[in-house]
T-cell receptor, first 114, second 111 residues
Framework: GAGVSQSPRYKVAKRGQDVALRCDPI?????LFWYQQSLWQGPEFLTY????????KSGLPSDRFFAERPEGSVSTLKIQRTQQEDSAVYLC????????????FGPGTRLTVL | GQNIDQPTEMTATEGAIVQINCTYQ??????LFWYQQHAGEAPTFLSY????GLEEKGRFSSFLSRSKGYSYLLLKELQMKDSASYLC????????????FGQGTELSVKP
């Protein structure tokens, strides 16, 4: 498959646990985005990478959220000390880069914090 | 701000035409995307308008008026499989291509 993949697809965590969500973008895509989507809402921007550089992290809701893309390909979104309000679907998208290029979305990771 | 607004839900009949509107604040605007999202699935690209006017793509068309901060998605010959959430989203200048999404319009197509 040549699309964006994410793992795990579902994650249940106890409050206070750390979680790590993985995104494999389409090969050759320069830009990578993370979004958070709550039920009945549109995706909300979290952070953006261009290659390995994190150019915008203005959407990360707190310092418990951390993202990296060390080699400019795979990215990991880490949430420390999870809280119930972190429960959402976390979507990853990649694009060729620049404004106006279609973003291809992965299937998302549904995180439930108990 | 860069608010994007669209109706929460709409209902239409199979075979009919439906228009889903989207309004946005024009400051810094740089085009408008429409995505389709079926329940439990990833958003998939439908269209991108950067110039004024109507762009037609099969049963789906998208319109943009930059001066009015207004777009719509037109779906013709509705099919049951068109039941989904339709998201409008804007990239903005100097924002690196990140998308600001509306809340989505949940379309229900009934027989």
């Amino acid at each position: 498959g040549a699309g964006v993949s994410q793992s795990p697809r579902y994650k249940v965590a106890k409050r206070g646990q750390d979680v790590a969500l993985r995104c494999d973008p389409i090969s050759g895509h320069v830009s990578l985005f993370w979004y958070q989507q709550s039920l009945w809402q549109g995706p909300e921007f979290l952070t953006y990478f261009q290659n390995e550089a994190q150019l915008d992290k203005s959407g990360l809701p707190s310092d418990r959220f951390f993202a990296e893309r060390p080699e400019g390909s795979v990215s990991t979104l880490k949430i420390q000390r999870t809280q119930q309000e972190d429960s959402a679907v976390y979507l990853c998208a990649s694009s060729l880069g620049g404004t106006g290029n279609e973003q291809f979305f992965g299937p998302g990771t549904r995180l439930t914090v108990l | 701000g860069q608010n994007i607004d669209q109706p929460t839900e709409m209902t239409a009949t199979e075979g009919a035409i439906v228009q889903i509107n989207c309004t946005y604040q024009t400051s810094g605007f740089n085009g408008l995307f429409w995505y389709q999202q079926h329940a439990g699935e990833a958003p998939t690209f439908l269209s991108y308008n950067v110039l004024d006017g109507l762009e037609e793509k099969g049963r789906f068309s998208s319109f943009l008026s930059r001066s009015k901060g207004y777009s719509y998605l037109l779906l013709k010959e509705l099919q049951m499989k068109d039941s989904a959430s339709y998201l409008c989203a804007g990239p903005f200048y100097n924002q690196g291509g990140k998308l600001i999404f509306g809340q989505g319009t949940e379309l229900s197509v009934k027989p």
